[in-house]
């Protein structure tokens, strides 16, 4: 395990779980800050362990085969060889050492128990942060001794206020409405350009298509339309990438192999390698089956519905 353990680390930087076939699936997770009476813990990432994620997406084997510089076949021995040799430490009631990630074990029932590391300096973002250390404040003013105190003006100013509310509403409600704006300006611009109402307006504008015509044309153009072909939505997929220049350098590969259908999907954290596209999922299960059966390098393949 301590040889694979490094790669998974090297994953982690890059990504938020890394799955080991046949095991589990190592996952980072946020620890938000923490606040006890003399001190902060900044949020950290821990990392944790789920069994159920055990289904490969080739990552591990991709990063592997890159770094130790193996085929993709060699890296997926290389997977199976240590899954097999930690399952068996763990059947001895032997507890495994996963690098900086942690240590498993198992417990009476059999079950896999992961203890993270304390140390989880190799994720990114726990980069330069620390526990911050204080003192408690010491209470400067007894509890009987807060006072509220409100100070209410005499009454000779609440009057003061009165008299100056009552003028300036007289004043709102005796001015004249102001209604027509000519008269506003009559004294700041000259008189011609206020008068553009009534000047002609031009006559050189081009006829205008009726709306009804307009209309029945949208209503032909979507009748001539033809309905769509039904899309492949079934994707057969044989491999998942980090990179797109890896994804398309194993379609070339793939295309010299007789994949001639082999492409690329958008991607998804991932970029995702496709044999084949199908229109029902009947015929893309089938087709990989087949493909499995066939091409022990296809073993993991599996369908994607989009």
């Known amino acids: 395990m301590e040889q694979i353990a490094r790669h998974i680390e090297t994953l982690l930087r890059r990504h938020d779980y890394v799955v080991v076939p046949d095991l589990g699936g190592f996952v980072v997770q946020n620890q938000q800050a923490v606040i006890h009476d003399d001190a902060i813990e900044p949020p950290l990432s821990r990392v944790g362990f789920n069994p159920l994620l055990n289904v490969s997406d080739g990552m591990l084997t991709i990063e592997i085969s890159r770094a130790e510089k193996i085929s993709f076949r060699e890296a997926s021995q290389l997977i199976e060889k240590s899954v097999a040799g930690l ?67 005499s009454p000779r100013k609440i009057a003061r206020y009165a008299a100056i509310g009552l003028i300036a509403a007289s004043v709102f409600l005796a001015a004249p409405t102001l209604n027509d704006a000519r ?98 999922k009947d015929s893309a299960v089938v087709f990989m089956e087949n493909l499995r059966n066939s091409s022990p390098e296809f073993a993991e393949a599996w369908v994607l519905c989009e």
């Open 87 to 153: 399952k068996t430490a763990l059947k001895a009631q032997k507890t495994v050492s996963c690098g900086n990630l942690g240590t498993l074990s198992v417990d009476a029932e059999e079950k896999i128990i992961f203890k993270p590391s304390l140390n989880a300096d190799m994720l990114p973002s726990n980069y330069g942060l620390g526990t911050l250390h204080y003192s408690p404040f010491a209470e400067s003013i007894a509890a009987e001794d807060r006072k509220l105190t409100i100070t209410l003006p």
């Open 183 to 280: 008269q506003n300006f009559a004294g700041l611009y000259p008189e011609n350009l206020l008068e553009t109402s009534e000047k002609p307006v031009s006559t050189n504008i081009k006829t205008l298509t009726p709306l009804a015509a307009v209309s029945n044309t949208i209503a032909e153009t979507k009748e001539i339309e033809a309905t769509p072909a039904e899309e492949a939505r079934f994707h057969v997929v044989v491999a998942s990438l980090p990179t797109q220049e890896m994804a398309d350098k194993y379609c070339n590969e793939l295309k010299a192999d007789k994949f001639t259908k082999v492409h690329v999907l958008p991607p998804a954290r991932l970029f995702r390698v496709v044999v084949e596209s199908f229109t029902t």
